[in-house]
């Protein structure tokens, strides 16, 4: 029996470590670019150590200097089908779009269909707010630099769907929602404020908030191959397959889709309609006059009004402005893409980049370029992203949880033997095991619950970050429930032993 148990235990052992080693193996491969360090020596190798280190499959970038254009493609916008990126691939903008929505709002204002100091019940009479109990009014001017006191993460409360009615369920769903500060008082960014101005902008025209942008900005730009991306409409051969990180790799993830905030992140576009849009900022080639006016004012700071930021640093219009150098930028992300602009109206320089993943690497690679552009020296990649943070410690932890896993497992099959000499002895590992079967058991409830305790919940986990979390949840919780078994073991052998 005992030489059973010997080669059982002895093939157990095995077969664990070679789960170990495989495991690791495999992690360690695709995790070790991203704490390499790279190579910074030029514009190229900067993008591509970048890319590298979030795992980021394919970036655009578009660069416009003094009315010159420079397109610069790399990686693949389908990476099973081994695409490449070119300047007419087609990418999601993410909070980008803003900018567009905030020039629909400034353009019905200059025609007379409202102002921007209405407020949103004069066109959507149900939406009641409260701040401390108490119904209070938002302003156009408010939502417009997130100055309303929606909290940011009212971004949970945008319905997943692709029917129309899907707009008027995300108001509705923030239509009573208790706010964070005063209206007018802080910024505080949050996306569903630009989704109320898509309604509003609806409830003013008669018309659907992209039909409208698409007539009155994109048609008149030449932006012929951006469209608003509703979940309706068929994809165009031209869109970059989408992705999320996972154990430090790049997997093909199709997002679920959100009419209900298409106007503050599913604008599609490609770097020669945005080479347009940037152009149209910086005043160059023809523009009609209207929207040419519309463009000068989305740049210009009411302090009043606009969200402040930082010093000499303004949120207005769609833009985070910064009035002393005369610089307009933002970026943008949705679950698998991401952008970032950047435009010197008073340098005549500008630079937009594109990713079909959600990860920072836009905008450190459009600040190292306009750094560059600038004669200054581009900075090495910054672990401040949080979702290639995530999946890094996360795929840490699934090793770890794997290592613990296989130990437990081994302690089982080998059978737990306990060495009581005397009574004191007994006591003290009764003790011992009955603390251990307590915490195991919190800690077990702790692996499901935290999501919560970080005013997260399941949903947005699995949209937004990188399955190595639930992975590792599974882990964890098989880990404790083997700690529970083990401790139980213990408690009876030590009862038994009476």
Known sequence: MKKILSKTGTSTVCVILLIVIITTIVCWNELGSLVSTGNYDNTDNMVETIMSKSATPGVAVVLLKQGKTEYMNYGYADVNNMKRVTEESLFELGSTTKAFTALAVILLENEGY??????????????????KGEKVNITINQLLAHTSGIPPWSIQLIPEGTTEEMLEKTIHNVSDIALDTY???????????????AMIIEKATGKRYQDYVTENILVPLGMTDSYFTTGQEKESDKLTKGYRVLFGKDLEYDA?????????????????????????????????????????????????TAGYEDENQYYSFGWSIDT?????????????????????????????????????????IANNIYESMNGNPMNKFN???????????????????????????????RGIKLNIKDEKTRVRKLIGSSVSLILSIMFLALVFIWPYLFNNNYYMIRVWMSYSIFIWMGLAAINFILSIIINIKKIVIIRGSL
Not at 334 to 346: F, K, T
Not at 406 to 411: F, R
């Open 383 to 413: 672990y401040d992203d949080v979702y290639v943070l995530i999946d890094l410690i996360f795929s840490f932890l699934v090793i770890v949880a794997v290592v613990n896993i296989c130990l437990k497992a081994i302690k089982l099959v």
């Open 114 to 131: 409202l102002s921007r100091s209405d407020f949103i019940t004069d066109y959507i009479p149900s939406f009641e707010p409260t701040i």
């Open 183 to 197: 209206p007018g008082t802080a910024y505080n960014y949050a996306t569903v404020n630009y989704d109320i101005l």
């Open 324 to 364: 002393k150098n005369r610089v307009v930028s933002h970026s943008g992300v949705n679950p698998n893409y991401s952008s970032q602009v950047i435009i010197n109206l008073e340098k005549q320089q500008a630079i937009f980049v594109l990713a079909n993943m959600n990860s920072t690497a836009p905008s450190q």
């Open 256 to 304: 679920p889709r959100y009419y209900g905030n298409i106007a503050a992140g599913y604008l599609v576009t490609n770097s020669k309609d945005l080479e347009r849009w940037i152009n149209a900022q910086m005043g160059i080639g023809y523009i009609p006059e209207n929207l040419l006016n519309a463009i000068q004012q989305s740049h210009q700071v009411d302090i009043n």
